[in-house]
Structures are given as C-alpha cells and as structure tokens.
C-alpha cells in the first residue's frame, strides 16, 4: 500500500518535473530579447559569451563581484548539493559508474558543507536589515524545504539508517515498471515526502533560476551592436 502510494507519486511528480521545466524553458526561449543589453563590459564574440555563461554557472562570477558573503555561502551549497546528487546516482544505476562510485566520500562531506551554505543563506535573510525586508514566505520555505531534505539525509546516514539495497530495489523498479515493496524507515519516508514536494513546486519557483541563467539576455549576448545589426524576430518581417 504504501509502495504503492509512493511509486504512483513518484511518477506523478516526475511528469509535473519535466513537463513544468520543459514547458518554462520554452517560454524562456520564446521570449523575445527585442534589444542588445549584455551588461558591460561584456565579451565581443558569441563564444566569449558562452564562456562567460559558462563561467556564471560555474563560478558564479557576477556574484563573486557583487557581495562576498552570499557568494560564499551560495557557491558552497551549490557545489555541496551537486556532489549529494552524484552521490545519490548509485540508487538509479546498476552497474555503479567508476566515478559515481569515487564521489562517494565526498558526497558525505558534501552533506555538511550543503547544510552550513543554507544556514549562512537563511541566517543573512534574518540579520541583514535590507534583505529581510524583500525576503518572502516563498524565499524561507525553498530554505526550509531544502534543509529539511539534508537533515533527514544526515539523519539517516548518521542516526537513523535505511534499509539503501531495498530503496535501491525500489527506485530501478520504478524505473523499470517492476515495483518493489519501499522500506518504511520514518526518516526515509519524510527524506522522499520533501523531495516529492521540491519536484512539484520546482517548476513554479524561484529555484527555476537553473536553468533562467542560460537565457539572460544581460549575460548571454555578445556585446556586438556596433558590428551586427540586432533585430528580434519578431521584427524581422
Ligand atoms: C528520490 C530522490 C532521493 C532519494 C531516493 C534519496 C535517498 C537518500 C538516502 C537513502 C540517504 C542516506 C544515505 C546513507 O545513509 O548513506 C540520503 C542522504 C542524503 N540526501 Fe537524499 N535522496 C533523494 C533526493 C535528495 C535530494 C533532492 C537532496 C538535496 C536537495 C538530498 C539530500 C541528501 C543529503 C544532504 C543526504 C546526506 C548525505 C548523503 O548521505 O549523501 N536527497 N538520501
């Protein structure tokens, strides 16, 4: 019953997930960028401006330039979280990849360091007069919801632990129509419930900043005006 409950969710989660982001990253692309507005200075070239996307995305570097402190704390729950997920890879594969199985360790450390990132992100919406005033309810929940998901993580890694071949089985049933019962550890049950929940708000929240960051025009485009004459599609005909 309760497999069973937790795998039609799962799927129906997965569906709102891709369905919702494909859809907004359509929107994103169709959106019309009727003016050059790269923020200067900006590279010339359309592979100048991929390498700064990239280095965006990588590095973060309009905020390292901006403010130290959210760099700081954001860099590392960003790097944390995407060591987590190569850590969480080995219960969607089998045989383990070799390198899934090196990040192992650091997935562990990774937890910790996702964990102070967010503490410092919440902390500065609580104790920085000018961020409190702009902070929402939406802006403590994803904070709330994504601690919430890495304490039940570390809980059941150091307090609690779950049964990982039978969440395992479970998981490649899913993704092989082949349901197997799911272990029903309390911490693993609230540990899934909360990323069933990031899934479905996903494509309706600020976290969709993901994948927006490939599409902002003031990063994007090259800072080419005075050599190609600009023109939105739109405007084309
Ligand atoms: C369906 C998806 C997920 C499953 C099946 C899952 C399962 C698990 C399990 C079984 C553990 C305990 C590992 C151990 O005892 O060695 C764990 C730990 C953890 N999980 Fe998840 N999890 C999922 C998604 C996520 C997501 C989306 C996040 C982050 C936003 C996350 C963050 C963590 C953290 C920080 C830990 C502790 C560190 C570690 O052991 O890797 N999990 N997860």
């Not at 309760?2 to 569906?15: D, E, K, Q, W």
């Not at 790269?38 to 010339?44: D, E, F, G, L």
């Not at 969607?92 to 997935?107: K, L, R, T």
């Amino acid at each position: 019953m309760l497999s069973a409950l937790y795998a039609s969710l799962f799927y129906a989660a997965t569906a709102v997930l891709v369905g919702g982001v494909a859809w907004r990253v359509i929107e994103y692309a169709r959106a019309p960028a009727p003016l050059r507005i790269p923020t200067t200075p900006a590279p010339m070239t359309r592979a100048g401006a991929a390498g700064r996307v990239a280095r965006e995305v990588v590095l973060f570097e309009s905020l390292y330039r901006s403010n130290k402190w959210i760099w700081l704390f954001g860099w590392m729950f960003h790097v944390a979280l995407a060591l987590v997920l190569v850590r969480h890879l080995r219960y969607f594969i089998e045989p383990v990849w070799g390198w899934v199985a090196f990040a192992q360790p650091f997935g562990i450390y990774a937890g910790f360091a996702l964990v102070a990132g967010l503490a410092g992100l919440w902390a500065r919406r609580f104790l920085v007069e000018r961020i409190r005033y702009i902070s929402t309810w939406s802006d403590h929940l994803m904070l709330a919801l994504l601690a919430g998901i890495a304490l039940t993580g570390l809980g059941m890694k150091y307090v609690a632990h779950t049964d990982i071949i039978g969440l395992k089985e479970f998981m490649l049933g899913l993704m092989r129509f082949d349901w197997q019962p799911l272990p029903a550890d309390p911490l693993l049950l609230v540990h899934l419930s909360l990323v069933l929940v990031l899934m479905v708000v996903f494509p309706v929240s600020k976290l969709l900043h993901a994948p927006g960051v490939f599409f902002s025009p003031s990063r994007n485009q090259p800072d080419d005006s005075r050599e190609r004459r600009h023109l939105a599609a739109w405007a084309r005909d």
